[in-house]
């Protein structure tokens, strides 16, 4: 057998070309990835709301739900805070939250028969788990099937309807600091509608979907900047799917729609669609994973993972926290990183992996030539240990691929 020598010059070469080639592969794949955390302790819930705040998704109680449950990612668990004040159970279908200055706002709703619509604002303080009946100036008018945005400070709520059959185009402004509703005037046109959703994206809500209660469901897409008070409908290319009762999110400047009703509260679906506001396109990505089909529900990012919650098909409430992590096209490169930690290396068999991250869902180790030589699936551990006893002395690649990244070591084995 011939023997083949690599100088090492030739040996940083090859590594080189290599990680260009891992780079390149890992963008042809790059997806997003639908992945299932805890449901123990979190009721069944649908035509709710969801906030965050300090890295915890606040569920306001909705349909078959009468308290505050809370998820805490980090440590995977829900729980029920014991609070004081009152929530006023009798009227949180369809209500809007929103997260501002340490407090969660809860804005309008209806009872479960959608007909006594709610004017009352509510806030919650986490920090003495304290719920409270705002008294601001002004006029909120009553209605549910709303949303609500912040923008400096400011808290613009939209849509809705005030009847079961009275979607309307109203905008209204809480402003916290003087505890005060104020109707601004505007320009341009904002679609009568309700059960509709909206993001921020660089200080402009974006305001999809909904319903004008003539059983169409409504793909429209108008924004509001509030620096000019001006209504527009950008022109957009791509498509997304008319529906309504959706749940909507932000990460790296995209909105991403989840889910909603297809025809009047009785058609859910699991359509994922992403806007980009920079180039106005609807796209649909590919994924792995499953979402469930469902209307109703209500999500939360933390560490740019979408936590969608709750929800509905006909006739059952469902419980689920399903999880979508946008694929690397979708997210700025480095989102990932962590600072992975190899000891000892170089190594003379085996080496373990300090610090690595959580969501970890494969990891490779190869020579020069590409060829896998240890793999090991889904390693969820603080730290674990790769066998190289057995392969011979040279630089190896370790691959540690992540939903939304791919992070790579050199490993020199002695």
């Known amino acids: 057998m011939r023997e083949v020598r690599i100088t090492n010059r030739k040996l940083l070469s090859i590594v080189s070309i290599l990680f260009v080639i891992l780079g390149c592969l890992d963008d042809a ?125 400011k808290i613009y709520v939209i849509g ?116 980009d506001p920079a180039t106005n396109k609807w796209s649909t990505p590919i994924t792995a994973g499953i979402f469930t089909p469902r209307f109703a529900l209500s999500s939360g990012v933390v560490s740019g993972k979408i936590y969608t919650l709750g929800g509905f098909t006909p006739h059952t409430e469902l419980n689920s926290n399903e999880v979508f992590t946008p694929g690397t096209s979708q997210v700025q490169p480095g989102e990932a990183f962590q600072e992975i930690m190899l000891s000892p290396n170089p190594t003379t068999g085996f080496i373990t992996v300090h610090n690595p991250p959580v969501n970890i869902v494969h990891v490779t180790v190869s020579n020069i030539l590409g060829e896998r030589i240890v793999e090991i699936a889904y390693p969820n551990a603080l730290e674990f240990t790769l066998d190289l006893s057995k392969v011979s002395p040279g630089i190896y690649l370790a691959r540690f691929s992540l939903p939304i990244d791919v992070i790579t070591r050199m490993i020199i084995k002695e």
């Open 29 to 153: 794949v790059s997806q997003g990835i639908w992945s299932t955390d805890t449901t123990a302790e979190f009721i069944a819930n649908s035509y709710n709301a969801s906030s965050v705040l300090d890295g915890r998704i606040y569920v306001m109680p909705g349909d078959f739900a009468s308290e505050l449950q809370v998820f805490d990612p980090l440590t995977h668990t829900w729980s029920t805070p014991a609070t004081t004040g009152a929530f006023m159970t009798e009227q949180h279908y369809l209500p809007a939250s929103i997260a501002l200055n340490g407090k969660i706002y809860v804005l309008g709703g209806s009872n479960g028969l959608f007909t006594s619509k709610s004017s009352v604002s509510r806030v919650y303080d986490p920090a003495i788990r304290l719920w409270s009946v705002l008294k601001p100036t002004g006029i909120f008018t009553p209605r549910d099937g709303l949303t609500a945005s912040v923008v400096d400070s």
């Open 160 to 275: 809705g309807d005030t009847s079961w059959v009275t979607p309307v185009n109203i905008l209204e402004i809480y402003d916290p600091s003087t505890n005060a509703w104020s109707t601004p005037a505007t320009t341009g046109t904002f679609t009568p509608r309700s059960d509709l959703t909206s993001c921020v994206v660089d200080g402009k809500i974006y305001v999809i979907g909904g319903w004008d209660h003539t059983a169409n469901e409504l793909s429209t897409l108008e924004v509001f900047d509030p620096s000019t008070m001006n209504w527009s409908s950008p022109v957009t290319t791509g498509i997304f799917t008319p529906r309504h009762l959706m749940t909507s999110a932000v990460v790296n400047g995209k909105i991403y729609v989840f889910g909603g009703s297809l025809s009047d509260h009785i058609a859910p679906c699991n359509i994922l669609e992403v806007f």
